[in-house]
């Protein structure tokens, strides 16, 4: 008897329910926790798949790897915009043909970007397309429904592990708390299938650690202006983020000044 797969499983096939499948990335960092998680769904019996988030860059390998597991991709979507998602997109189209949608018309080609709330019927599955932004502008998550059974999609939005970095160039925090909120509502019950880190049984218990910790932060980051005697309007995010993250690893400051930076923006909205 076979064992089962555990999480990561660099470079093999990893059956998650009757639906999903996932093929990790070997291209672990601060970012990408373990590496860039492709997830492969099809419902039993179907023959077509359908894949999220093909890869990074330089992920030929990686590629040949998800159309063997794969065989006919009806279609490939986005979760969102950063490389380590879209980078093997060219590499997707030029060995399957598969066409390929994302919120974001850039990344959406062969048919028309995803809209929120839109249902897609595709490889024996519906799948509902969520906009569930605050990681970033254009960020995607797929319920995946089949027989009663759900699974939830959640690109970058929450992770397996840790927590995400809002990305200040067009993330933020009150989108990325009414996201969490729309989560937890529609999908508690439902697998998480993240793009990066493991899986869970269930999206609530971690999506509500996640509105928990970003509200427990920005707790901290009003006491920290206080402490400086600074407004939210004239903070410096660097001189926050050495008073708030002090026990973190230093190497992950940068990535906590850009969520730092989107608390900042926040707060000035208040």
């Known amino acids: 008897m076979t064992e089962p797969l555990n999480h990561p499983a660099y470079g093999r096939v990893r059956p998650v329910t009757d639906f999903a499948s996932v093929l990790l990335r070997d291209n672990p960092g601060l ?3 373990d590496g860039t998680n492709t997830w492969i769904l099809r419902a ?3 023959a077509t798949a359908v894949v999220v988030d093909p890869g990074p860059p330089r992920s030929k390998k990686h590629v040949r790897a998800i159309a063997e597991a794969a065989g006919e991709v009806e279609l490939t979507l986005i979760t969102h915009r950063h ?3 879209t980078g093997a997109i060219k590499r ?3 060995d399957t043909g598969s066409v390929h949608r994302a919120y974001s018309e850039q990344f959406s080609h062969g048919a028309p970007r995803l809209t929120d709330r839109e249902v897609i019927e595709a490889a024996g599955l519906r799948i509902t397309a969520m906009h569930t932004p605050g990681h970033t502008a ?5 319920l995946v429904e089949w027989e009663g059974q759900r699974a939830i999609v959640t690109g970058d939005t929450i992770l397996g592990h840790g927590t995400t970095v809002l990305d200040p160039r067009d993330g933020g925090l009150g989108d990325y708390f009414h996201s969490l909120n729309r989560l937890i509502v529609d999908a508690s019950d439902a697998t998480l299938l993240p793009g990066h880190g493991p899986d869970h049984a269930e999206l609530g218990p971690v999506a509500r650690f996640y509105k928990a910790h970003r509200e427990e932060r920005l707790d901290q980051i009003r006491q920290a202006l206080d402490d400086l005697k600074v ?3 004239d903070a410096k995010p660097m001189k926050v983020v050495r008073k708030v993250y002090s026990d973190v690893d230093q190497k992950l400051w940068p990535a906590a000044k850009m969520s730092v930076k989107t608390q900042l923006e926040y707060l000035r909205t208040l």
């Open 31 to 33: 970012m990408e926790l």
């Open 44 to 46: 039993p019996g179907s």
């Open 83 to 85: 490389f380590d998602h």
């Open 92 to 94: 997707m189209r030029k």
């Open 138 to 142: 254009d960020s995607m998550s797929f």
């Open 231 to 233: 407004s939210p309007q």
